[in-house]
């Protein structure tokens, strides 16, 4: 089961802030954001592997929530050129490998 | 090199042809992975390779064969394949767990039109 995001998508001007949310009904072992361009590779923005970690860099940081398995990502003073889909993930661990499975994803649009 | 490199970007194949994708890195990542991505979802995990051994499978069907010959390289080989296959194929590396924990490095991927 994916983990769910929300809002599904947002337009913010250029300056704007903003927050993805991402949930999950199952145990958040370590979540992952990526951010796609359409039609370009999704690109590693960041991880965040205990509960209560935060981290950032930039204008773009985020939180992780274990006990309530969410984590949110924060767009601060938005660029146009942080338009795009963003993803979180969680990536557990099986045996030698590990499975990430994407959230259902929030499409952003920056506009002037 | 902090890359990983997708062939080809595009490729049409007919639903009797057989065809390859090819992924290639040398970030000295020991997992690698197939994705694959409908327009306005996300990615979904097909296979994952690790120590160049097939690690997991989710249950794809048997038109799709990877093979990862050696630490650098993972190949999606396509046969007899729908229409319903058409999609982007993206490929993945990273470090394997316990090691720094890193994110994973995507490819461009391979735009799929299966006709």
């Known amino acids: 089961q994916q983990p769910v995001q929300s809002p599904q998508a947002v337009i913010l001007r250029e300056g704007e802030d903003a927050v993805i949310n991402c949930s999950s009904s199952k145990a958040l072992y370590s979540v992952h954001w990526y951010r796609q361009k359409h039609g370009e590779a999704p690109v590693f923005l960041m991880i965040l592997l205990k509960g209560g970690e935060q981290k950032g860099h930039d204008k773009i940081s985020a939180s992780f929530n274990e006990k309530k398995q969410q984590s949110s990502l924060y767009l601060t003073a938005s660029q146009l050129s942080y338009s795009g889909t963003y993803f979180c993930?969680?990536?557990?661990?099986?045996?030698?490998?590990?499975?990430?499975?994407f959230g259902t994803g929030t499409r952003l649009q920056v506009t002037l | 090199d902090t890359e990983v490199t997708q062939t080809p970007k595009h490729l049409v194949m007919g639903m009797t042809n057989k065809k390859s994708l090819k992924c290639e890195q040398h970030?000295?990542?020991?997992?690698m992975y197939w994705y694959k991505q409908k327009a306005k979802k996300p990615p979904e995990l097909m296979f994952v390779?690790?120590?160049?051994?097939?690690?997991i499978n989710e249950s794809v069907p048997s038109r799709f064969s990877p093979e990862c010959p050696n630490s650098s390289l993972l190949n999606l080989h396509l046969h007899a394949l729908q229409p319903e296959d058409s999609a982007l194929y993206l490929c993945a590396s990273s470090h394997l767990p316990g090691r720094d924990p890193i994110g994973y490095t995507f490819g461009s991927g391979t735009r799929l039109t299966v006709v």
């Open positions: 993930g969680t990536a557990i661990p099986t045996g030698t490998a590990s499975k990430l499975t």
């Open positions: 390779y690790s120590y160049e051994k097939l690690s």
């Open positions: 970030m000295g990542h020991r997992a």
